[in-house]
């Protein structure tokens, strides 16, 4: 019956696609869905009970759960349930066999997230490839569960439906079924770019509507829910740092139970720091080895189970847990090979009895490694440096001969080493496996294995190929760093690493860009700047951002000041100052901020005055009207495009200004709206360029001088938005236009629509706090229109939303 459910799962699809894929809308669910097969650790473990007490906590803790759904408290947080414990120990088999079962009698929702160790350059793979899991489970519960499903996501999604099709796959197979009407409503009100990289954009909008999904899974207090996180420390950081947030702020109506399995502590700081203030929503379980009792119980009761020879149906008593260590799933292993070559088993008679020793759970899998053809062997201690998932592309570059992989697979298969085998995909058959193979290569032997993998592999790869799989290559040469040949070949490692951090920290995937940028820096000589001044000026640049975004305000300086000691050009210096003027901005020091900008723009020829006076504002803005007096709106479109650098940046530092001069010199701001129309009439437009009307718009609105001025240009400024859709830009310019001009002409109430677009815009390019201010500005201007019975549920709706999505300082609000 197992056999023919999986026959079942394979023949639906294919792999995963990839999230890239998915963009460049190269795969379908139809022909790239495959859910990921991963067995149960000790699945041989049978009906025997363990972690009898822990088994108990988990339970309580789902109940508790269930039971809050149901009281007075309509809305609650999810509760965090984090497993520790050694692989092999019984993590996965724990949770599986105290919850997977009671929330399908339950009528549940189980979404089991594995994660590994394989350097994707999607960073959802793992996340998407749960959600297969979790289709096709749903395609064996039958038609009503789906249906129910599809109902529950088609009510809290209504408008992005589209857009969850065509970046999570698996919810589009779901619905595609029955062949939804769903589907032929119109697009979600923004869409993927033709550019084929993943950058921020495609993340937040990922991550946005993974959230939401979550969100409308867990819309009923009758469907508990179940996120499995399985070896959450292998998971990268954007995938870390979109799970941290639904897990820390999700208030939904439904019973929502969070688990996560890892070994390594600190792997996990941030997810798991972000719970410990909340004792009542947060527990942990840590799991150790079995006792030498339990052991000997366990493995005599194995040993008779899986002995097919009634001869030796008398169990012997042997040193089992000196021979395990109390793993379990070495426990479950050895027994195997016991019970299958007579070891551990009395037999009738001595003549019966094979002469061998007992096996010990460090010899087992070099004993099961030791059995393959040697070239087979060194196959799997390479795929072993690569991660825990093995590509069969990949591993065809690192044989003699590509066409015996797949012969050395089955081997590895048949010898209980690799599992999977579908679609080119296998992964090693447990995480005790695949260490014990990576330690076979020896602490001798390391950085020059590693090397000779990472070249091999770059030398197979063209440069379609190697833009794929450049973390990989990347992270391999880091390794291999020390068996480096000299300075040239840590040059070339270097500008490898300088590509895979900036391809990193193009898709948020900051930690690992930082891996990637610093080890760059730290391959350089002292002689770097003399020798190689473009590539030092872009690792240590690069790292500067990099930082910045982190957090990691101190290193920013150092960063900086190493650039800033070693380059004079102006020019180059641009990308460092503007990383400065954003850490001055963020720390607090808004006047230091603007006195940095003031100058930077003085060094481009824009000067701001120091102390604006309400006289210098007044003439600024009729300044600013003379400059503008005879041109029409169709004379301002057809303006040419800036192509200056110097006055881009000019205008990058000025659309951070203003909020600067918000918040402490409010009378800097025309000037500001001023100096950005002045480079654009000069110089022409650039996406920037709404911002300077909208602002100046919006400033002639507030003190009265001429509304329909005010409005006109505020109308300029979304125009000039469809010519250059930057959604950054454009949800500070509709957020100004809409709040602070709009309602000069319109209803208050006909701005709601638009600002309640805004909001979900900025959420899907991750401007929470933008978003979370339309959505105060949103149910000010439906103060006026609805009941207030009907806006206090509105509220509480936008309030639930605002949590998941960590907005909780402007929800104070």
């Given at each position: 019956k197992t056999l023919e459910v999986l026959y079942k799962r394979a023949s639906l699809s294919a792999t995963t696609p990839r999230l890239q894929d998915v963009v460049d809308g190269k795969a379908t669910p139809s022909s790239n869905a495959q859910m990921r097969l991963r067995e149960a650790v000790g699945s041989g473990v049978g009906d025997v009970t363990l972690h009898e007490k822990e088994r108990t906590e988990l339970l309580a803790q789902y109940n508790k759960e269930k039971e809050s759904a149901t009281s007075e408290e309509k809305i609650t947080r999810a509760h965090l349930l984090?497993?520790?414990?050694?692989?092999?120990?019984?993590?996965?088999?724990?949770?599986?066999?105290?919850?997977?079962?009671?929330?399908?009698?339950?009528?549940?929702?189980?979404?089991?997230?594995?994660?590994?160790?394989?350097?994707?350059?999607?960073?959802?793979?793992?996340?998407?490839?749960?959600?297969?899991?979790?289709?096709?489970?749903?395609?064996?519960?039958?038609?009503?569960?789906?249906?129910?499903?599809?109902?529950?996501?088609?009510?809290?999604?209504?408008?992005?439906?589209?857009?969850?099709?065509?970046?999570?796959?698996?919810?589009?197979?779901?619905?595609?079924?029955?062949?939804?009407?769903?589907?032929?409503?119109?697009?979600?009100?923004?869409?993927?770019?033709?550019?084929?990289?993943?950058?921020?954009?495609?993340?937040?909008r990922y991550s946005y509507?993974?959230?939401?999904?979550?969100?409308?899974?867990?819309?009923?207090?009758?469907?508990?829910?179940?996120?499995?996180?399985?070896?959450?420390?292998?998971?990268?950081?954007?995938?870390?740092?979109?799970?941290?947030?639904?897990?820390?702020?999700?208030?939904?109506?439904?019973?929502?139970?969070?688990?996560?399995?890892?070994?390594?502590?600190?792997?996990?700081?941030?997810?798991?720091?972000?719970?410990?203030?909340?004792?009542?929503?947060?527990?942990?379980?840590?799991?150790?080895?079995?006792?030498?009792?339990?052991?000997?119980?366990?493995?005599k009761q194995l040993i008779w189970d899986s002995t097919a020879t009634d001869q030796w149906k008398v169990v012997s008593d042997e040193p089992y847990f000196e021979a395990t260590a109390g793993n379990l799933f070495f426990t479950d292993r050895l027994c195997r090979v016991w019970s299958e070559s007579g070891l551990g088993c009395a037999a009738v008679s001595e003549e019966n009895k094979?002469?061998?020793?007992?096996?010990?759970?460090?010899?087992?899998?070099?004993?099961?490694?030791?059995?393959?053809?040697?070239?087979?062997?060194?196959?799997?201690?390479?795929?072993?440096?690569?991660?825990?998932?093995?590509?069969?592309?990949?591993?065809?570059?690192?044989?003699?001969?590509?066409?015996?992989?797949?012969?050395?697979?089955?081997?590895a298969v048949e010898n209980g080493l690799v599992k999977g085998g579908l679609n080119d995909i296998y992964y090693f058959s447990h995480t005790c496996i695949?260490?014990?193979?990576?330690?076979?290569?020896?602490?001798?032997?390391?950085?020059?294995?590693?090397?000779?993998?990472?070249?091999?592999?770059?030398?197979?790869?063209?440069?379609?190929?190697?833009?794929?799989?450049?973390?990989?290559?990347?992270?391999?040469?880091?390794?291999?760093?020390?068996?480096?040949?000299?300075?040239?070949?840590?040059?070339?490692i270097a500008k490898l690493c300088m590509h895979a951090g900036e391809k990193a920290a193009s898709s948020c995937n900051f930690r690992y860009a930082h891996f990637f940028l610093l080890n760059g820096i730290s391959l350089l000589p002292n002689s770097r700047w003399q020798e190689e001044q473009e590539l030092c000026l872009r690792l240590y640049s690069g790292t500067a951002e990099v930082a910045y975004a982190m957090g990691s305000l101190a290193d920013v300086k150092d960063l900086v000041n190493e650039v800033m000691q070693n380059v004079r050009s102006n020019e180059e210096l641009r990308r460092v100052q503007l990383t400065k003027l954003y850490t001055l901005g963020t720390s607090g020091q808004a006047n230091e901020a603007l006195s940095y900008g003031c100058a930077l723009l003085a060094g481009v020829g824009i000067h701001l005055p120091p102390n604006p006076t309400s006289t210098g504002v007044f003439f600024s803005l009729r300044k600013t009207s003379k400059r503008l007096k005879g041109k029409s709106d169709e004379m301002l479109l057809r303006l040419p495009t800036m192509n200056n650098p110097e006055k881009i940046v000019a205008m990058q530092i000025m659309s951070n200004l203003f909020i600067y001069a918000s918040l402490v010199k409010r009378d800097l701001t025309p000037f500001i709206a001023e100096s950005m129309i002045t480079l654009t009439l000069e110089h022409g437009l650039c996406n920037m360029s709404s911002l300077g009307f909208v602002l100046f718009g919006q400033i002639i609105c507030s003190r009265g001088f001429d509304l329909d001025m005010g409005y006109r240009y505020g109308l300029l400024a979304l125009a000039i938005q469809k010519r250059f859709p930057v959604n950054a830009i454009l949800g500070r310019v509709n957020m100004l236009f809409y709040s602070c001009i709009y309602g000069l002409k319109h209803s208050l109430k006909d701005a709601c629509p638009h600002l309640d677009r805004n909001r979900r815009l900025s959420l899907q390019v991750g401007d929470t706090e933008l978003a979370s201010l339309g959505s105060n500005s949103f149910y000010l201007c439906q103060l006026d229109t609805q009941p207030i019975p009907i806006l206090a549920k509105m509220v509480q709706r936008m309030q639930d939303t605002m949590r998941l999505h960590g907005q909780e300082l402007n929800l104070l609000m």
């Open positions: 984090l497993i520790k414990g050694n692989a092999g120990t019984g993590r996965t088999t724990l949770v599986e066999q105290a919850l997977r079962k009671v929330l399908h009698d339950d009528g549940g929702v189980w979404i089991q997230i594995a994660f590994d160790t394989f350097p994707d350059s999607d960073p959802f793979y793992a996340i998407t490839e749960g959600l297969w899991g979790w289709v096709h489970h749903l395609e064996e519960t039958g038609k009503e569960a789906s249906n129910s499903i599809r109902n529950m996501i088609d009510r809290e999604m209504r408008t992005d439906l589209n857009e969850l099709f065509r970046l999570i796959p698996p919810i589009k197979h779901l619905f595609d079924q029955d062949k939804d009407k769903s589907l032929d409503r119109p697009g979600s009100n923004f869409t993927v770019g033709s550019d084929s990289s993943i950058n921020a954009a495609i993340i937040h509507l993974f959230k939401s999904l979550l969100v409308a899974l867990c819309s009923s207090t009758t469907t508990p829910v179940v996120l499995f996180l399985d070896d959450l420390d292998f998971s990268n950081s954007v995938s870390l740092d979109l799970l941290s947030s639904i897990v820390q702020q999700a208030a939904v109506p439904a019973p929502f139970v969070v688990v996560a399995t890892y070994e390594l502590e600190e792997h996990i700081e941030k997810f798991k720091f972000q719970w410990s203030a909340d004792d009542l929503k947060f527990s942990r379980i840590e799991l150790v080895e079995l006792d030498e009792a339990t052991t000997n119980r366990l493995a094979p002469e061998s020793t007992l096996l010990n759970h460090a010899d087992y899998t070099p004993f099961k490694l030791g059995l393959l053809p040697l070239e087979a062997q060194e196959m799997l201690r390479s795929a072993s440096c690569i991660g825990s998932r093995l590509d069969r592309e990949i591993l065809g570059r690192l044989v003699l001969d590509g066409s015996q992989v797949e012969e050395y697979l089955a081997a695949y260490k014990a193979i990576y330690e076979t290569i020896g602490d001798d032997r390391f950085a020059s294995y590693h090397r000779r993998i990472g070249r091999q592999l770059w030398r197979s790869f063209d440069m379609i190929e190697l833009e794929e799989f450049v973390f990989l290559v990347a992270e391999l040469l880091v390794k291999g760093r020390d068996a480096a040949e000299g300075q040239k070949e840590k040059y070339a």
